[in-house]
């Protein structure tokens, strides 16, 4: 398994701003991910974070608006860009081997965003 | 459209009963199925994968997979109250690697 820390754990912004959230991992992982939970719902995942190179997106998700670095195989940020009170969420990183048959994925604790 | 579906529920059951969870999916080449359990303000933790059709037995949790018919659900053994959360049925499709849907999930209460 894999211990995974967030922070900031909440924020409240205000709209325009920009906000970088942090994930690290205790382990070296192959993938790192983030996700939307907007409440009541789901999971939505938001792109893949790939180590040294652009992060792949799922459609209506672009780079622009979520940025996402991962310099190194345990670290990933995820900035929120010019936010509007739609983008409060709880916003998840998440970790994992991505072999096959070891797909289990391992999730921080979150970070809960409120856009004023 | 990649689809995992689950009754949103909520479901309750009393202590000491057998909760089960039901999850469909839409893309028959899907390899590998896993549950996680959500609490209310607590991110995922995952419960059980399985990848083989059949039960696969894990204490209290049981998961069963029928491939032909694209199902798979979650038995769990003597309810507990602390078991009340959501519980999200996950599935990794067919193009390798991590590219997975998640289900809406389903709210089950335990009642003591």
């Known amino acids: 398994s894999a211990v995974i820390s967030q922070k900031p754990s909440r924020d409240i912004c205000q709209r325009g701003t920009s906000l970088t959230i942090q994930c690290q991992v205790d382990?070296?992982?192959?993938?790192m991910f983030w996700y939307r939970q907007q409440p009541g719902q789901s999971l939505t995942l938001i792109a893949t974070?790939?180590?040294?190179?652009?992060?792949?997106?799922e459609s209506g998700f672009v780079i622009d608006k979520f940025p996402i670095s991962r310099p190194n195989l345990t670290f990933s940020t995820l900035t929120v860009s010019n936010m509007s009170p739609e983008d409060s969420s709880i916003y998840l990183c998440?970790?994992?081997?991505?072999?096959?048959?070891?797909?289990?994925?391992?999730f921080g604790p979150g970070t809960r965003l409120l856009v004023l | 459209q990649k689809e995992v579906e689950q009754n949103s529920g909520p479901l309750s059951v009393p202590e000491g009963a057998i909760a089960s969870l039901n999850c469909t999916y839409s893309?028959?080449?899907?390899?590998?199925f896993f549950w996680y359990r959500q609490y209310s303000g607590k991110s995922p933790e995952l419960i059980m994968f399985?990848?083989?059709?059949g039960d696969k037995e894990d204490g209290r949790f049981t998961a069963q997979l029928n491939k032909a018919s694209q199902y798979v659900s979650l038995l769990i053994r003597d309810s507990q109250p602390s078991d009340s959360a959501t519980y999200l049925c996950?599935?990794?499709?067919?193009?390798?690697?991590?590219?997975?849907?998640f289900g809406a999930g389903t709210r089950l209460f335990v009642k003591a």
């Open positions: 399985i990848y083989s059709n």
């Open positions: 996950v599935v990794n499709l067919p193009t390798g690697g991590f590219k997975t849907i």
């Open positions: 382990s070296q992982v192959t993938m």
């Open positions: 998440s970790a994992g081997r991505g072999m096959v048959r070891q797909e289990t994925q391992y």
């Open positions: 893309d028959r080449g899907s390899q590998s």
């Open positions: 974070a790939n180590q040294g190179s652009e992060a792949t997106y």
